[in-house]
């Protein structure tokens, strides 16, 4: 991965070098916090160890014997964008579709569209109690049964070690694959809870793992010698300077799943003690006709990270004798797709606008690899520099313990309080 920070420095929010110099120092102790972290594979900083710890074999074990049309993902959060993301990005022959959702018509929609008896489906739930991802699983498994498929021969199960997903797998003896110790959702991408469906789609988890772990080895105690640190000490400076929002913006429709596994990552992990930055979703080069206006001379209080493979395959644009269109002629689409991306970066530095170039090699398993892991470092690194509780989310479980109140299953009456008491309904 490639960080490239120049454009975040001497703009409107006022970031110079030497406040960044100045962090460096921050940024070695915090270094040190995470190295201890893992040796110790404490909670959540075990996530970063995953390139030595993930076992390919047992992933690639549980898929083998399988050669399925479909792969239906049941799974909510981090228990699907992680796979959405490889599996998006790199393609393949593999209809993947991720039931996370529970919008009835969509869910239902969904299940007319594939031949069940031709579906694997993997149900992923760290935690194992996840009402969406169960309540969506139960109505898979009947959709199969009245189908007559066999759901207990077409269905992997990804979850920790107790909870209700947990029994049902020694239940109905299922093929089973643990979420590790340590790992929480949002940085399981590079665990069995991202790699299953990218192992069945046909990926190599080796290399995979081998580009997380060069991102991980570029882990050092300079925010200058690491990339991964260079983003994570950027956003945060750039946030303690008020840019309340981070608009994610690859320049690859393979990305497009990638901004919204980052803002799981981001909004989670860091939205905490009035610490955060709001992950804002945009995709080059097509937002730059919708969103791009208000990056420019909206608010200065945003941050845009665009993101892009520096190799792609590509397109010749044909030539034309249309007046004013023959400068497209002898083009490319990947050239145009350059050119955007560049003349974004200039206009919005142009106009004192922070952004930051991230790049990978190329949209493939080795700079997914990269991506995620340096990603998820940045992340860990933001948390240690505010001093928030990266690993941890009070904040859904309230929403959580409500909407099992509400259903019956739970004890929440002031749910139905606080909801009746808001309402001002204008009709
Ligand atoms: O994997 P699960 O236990 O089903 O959790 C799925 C998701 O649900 C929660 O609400 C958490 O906030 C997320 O961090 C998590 O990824």
Redesign the pocket.
């Known amino acids: 991965m490639y960080v490239d920070i120049g454009n975040a420095l001497d703009g409107d929010l006022g970031l110079a070098r030497e406040d960044l110099d100045a962090l460096d120092g921050r940024v070695a102790d915090a270094h040190e916090r995470i190295a201890r972290g893992r040796a110790d594979s404490e909670h959540g900083y075990a996530a970063l160890n995953l390139p030595e710890t993930c076992d390919p074999d047992a992933i690639r074990t549980a898929a083998a014997g399988f050669d399925p049309d479909h792969l239906l993902t049941v ?5 699907a964008l992680g796979a959405a993301t490889l599996t998006d990005a790199l393609g393949g022959d593999l209809d993947c579709r991720y039931l996370d959702n529970v919008d009835p018509v969509w869910v239902a929609s969904i299940l007319a569209g594939v031949d069940l008896s031709s579906t694997v489906v993997n149900v ?7 009402a969406e ?1 169960l309540s969506n699983f139960l109505v898979v498994r009947e959709a199969m049964e009245a189908a007559g498929v066999d759901w207990t021969e077409r269905t992997v199960v990804t979850t920790g070690a107790s909870g209700n997903l947990r029994a049902m797998a020694d239940q109905h003896d299922l093929p089973a694959l643990d979420v590790p110790d340590g790992v ?3 940085f399981s991408a590079l665990s069995t809870v991202g790699l299953f469906a990218a192992e069945l789609a046909g990926a190599d988890l080796d290399a995979l793992l081998a580009g997380a772990a060069a991102e991980a080895d570029r882990l050092a105690g300079s925010l200058y010698e690491s990339p991964a640190y260079a983003y994570g000490a950027t956003t945060y400076a750039l946030a303690e300077r008020g840019a309340v929002t981070n608009a994610v913006m690859p320049y690859a429709e393979s990305l497009e799943r990638f901004a919204e596994w980052f803002a ?1 990552l981001w909004a ?1 992990s860091l939205g905490k003690d009035e610490h955060g930055q709001t992950p804002a979703r945009a995709l080059g080069a097509t937002d730059q006709h919708s969103q791009l206006q208000l990056y420019r001379a909206g608010p200065a209080d945003k941050l845009v990270t665009l993101v892009r493979p520096r190799e792609a395959d590509d397109v010749a644009i044909p030539e034309t004798d249309l007046e004013g269109l023959s400068y497209l002629g002898g083009s490319s689409l990947g050239e145009l797709l350059d050119a955007e991306f560049r003349a974004t970066e200039a206009s919005l530095a142009a106009a004192g606008r922070e952004n930051v170039r991230v790049e990978l090699d190329r949209v493939d398993e080795h700079g997914l690899g990269e991506l995620l892991y340096g990603m998820e470092a940045a992340t860990v690194l933001y948390g240690e520099l505010a001093g928030v509780s990266t690993f941890t ?1 009070p904040a ?1 479980e309230w929403g ?1 313990n409500a909407a099992r109140g509400l259903l019956g299953g739970g004890d929440f009456p002031e749910a139905d309080a606080v909801s009746e008491k808001r309402r001002l309904e204008v009709e």
């Open positions: 799974g909510i959060g981090g228990s992923v739930s760290r935690s194992g109690t996840t991802t929480p959702g949002r799981q989670e989310q859904v959580k």
